[in-house]
């Protein structure tokens, strides 16, 4: 089979700065801990894992070329801003999320401060966070995306522990609460809420539902558990079957049934997976089939229900969420394993402008996602 080359950005449904500071290195005193109730993941394989040079250029390559003064680039290359999907320098709250989460795991506090507020100020409404920033028409789009709401969140839980900051931890509880109060309904999750038209959607996307970051929002207990009751059914009903291990893209609360009218998205299905991996509810055959098509390099971007690969398309960001998945689950081969993958994809040697980062040579392209799983994986 061919093998090419893929951006996913735009997390899940479009499917998930500043100068780096440090090396990639183990978390600074103060950083992480051990935990039942810590909101870090919970093994940390990559704190410990010879990945320091690679996880350093990586860090260089987003500072360098990456970053500009809103954030992350979702493209290297610009491009006019103006399509239904994000581009070019436009900034996503993805990927201030996946930023900061890195960020925080790392001990990097000076940097996670610049990094959250820039993303305050790019992305921040009144009831919600946009999902993305265009700095050439200066648009704030008036709707969020719930998946990309809770990483902020998570990683402000995450920064509150690591830097041993109450404000941070506040300012979690506080964002968690606005999110609950526009996002939830009824013991439901929605995807995202419109800001302009105050409404929300009619269904809930799998791989939106992070139990972990949901279970740490400060709500009334009984309000919490019947909205994590709720959301987790809906993930793990939407499980194709052992033969086929992976997830159902969405659950339409109007008509009660699962739909994947796309075919299944291997990045979707493994958001999911890590999702119930972190509160423990991963399917054994799910981490088997993925620790299969790693191992053999054959694990696709897109799948028929019943588990046939409909293109031969693989990505960094495919294996850097199998290695998150590898940690999550407590099988460090698997995590290994995927680094090893994700590291074929890397740009080394060349000279040019992608050296260090995760791009394609041929085009001069790199995206937001890749780079930025890529390098939350090595901190996992």
Same mark, same amino acid.
Do not use: W
């Given at each position: 089979m061919n093998i090419r080359f893929i951006a996913i950005f735009g997390l899940c449904a479009a499917i998930l700065a500043g100068c780096g500071q440090?090396?990639?290195?183990?978390? +600074? $005193?103060?950083?992480?801990?051990?935990?039942?109730?810590?909101?870090?993941?919970?093994?940390?394989?990559?704190?410990? #894992? /010879? %990945?320091a040079e690679e996880r350093a250029a990586l860090e260089d390559f987003i500072a360098r070329r990456m970053t500009g003064r809103n954030g992350v680039y979702t493209n290297l290359i610009d491009t006019a801003q103006d399509g239904n999907a994000a581009s070019g320098h436009e900034v996503l709250s993805e990927s201030a999320g996946l930023m900061m989460r890195y960020d925080a795991l790392s001990g990097r506090a000076a940097h996670f401060a610049e990094t959250w507020g820039r993303a305050k100020a790019a992305f921040d409404m009144t009831a919600a966070f946009s999902y993305?920033?265009?700095?050439?028409?200066?648009?704030?789009?008036?709707?969020? +995306? $719930?998946?990309?709401?809770?990483?902020?969140?998570?990683?402000?839980?995450?920064?509150?522990?690591?830097?041993?900051? #109450? /404000? %941070?931890?506040?300012?979690?509880?506080?964002?968690?609460?606005r999110f609950y109060a526009h996002n939830a309904k009824d013991g439901r999750l929605y995807d995202f809420y419109d800001e302009t038209y105050k409404t929300t959607n009619d269904f809930l996307t799998l791989c939106y539902i992070d139990l972990k970051t949901l279970g740490m929002l400060k709500l009334p207990g009984d309000e919490q558990e019947r909205l994590l009751e709720s959301v987790r059914r809906t993930a793990e009903g939407g499980y194709l079957g052992d033969a086929f291990p992976f997830y159902e893209t969405r659950y339409d609360y109007g008509t009660g049934a699962y739909a994947s009218p796309q075919g299944i998205r291997t990045v979707e299905s493994l958001v999911t997976i890590l999702h119930l991996a972190e509160v423990g509810l991963e399917r054994p055959a799910s981490v088997a089939y993925i620790k299969k098509q790693v191992k053999a390099g054959t694990l696709y971007g897109t799948y028929s229900p019943a588990g046939e690969p409909k293109d031969d398309v693989r990505s960094t960001a495919i294996y850097a969420l199998a290695a998150m998945i590898g940690s999550a689950a407590d099988d460090r081969e698997l995590y290994e394993q995927a680094i090893a993958r994700m590291n074929e994809w890397r740009t080394t040697g060349t000279g040019g402008p992608l050296d260090g980062g995760f791009g394609d040579p041929a085009t001069g392209q790199a995206y937001s996602f890749d780079n930025l799983t890529a390098l939350l994986a090595y901190a996992y």
């Open positions: 440090g090396g990639g290195a183990a978390p +600074a $005193a103060g950083g992480p801990e051990d935990g039942s109730n810590s909101p870090f993941p919970h093994n940390r394989y990559g704190a410990s #894992a /010879a %990945y993305r920033y265009s700095p050439l028409s200066d648009r704030r789009y008036p709707v969020n +995306a $719930a998946v990309d709401d809770l990483r902020l969140i998570r990683a402000l839980y995450e920064a509150g522990a690591a830097f041993k900051d #109450a /404000a %941070y931890t506040s300012e979690a509880d506080r964002y968690g609460q």
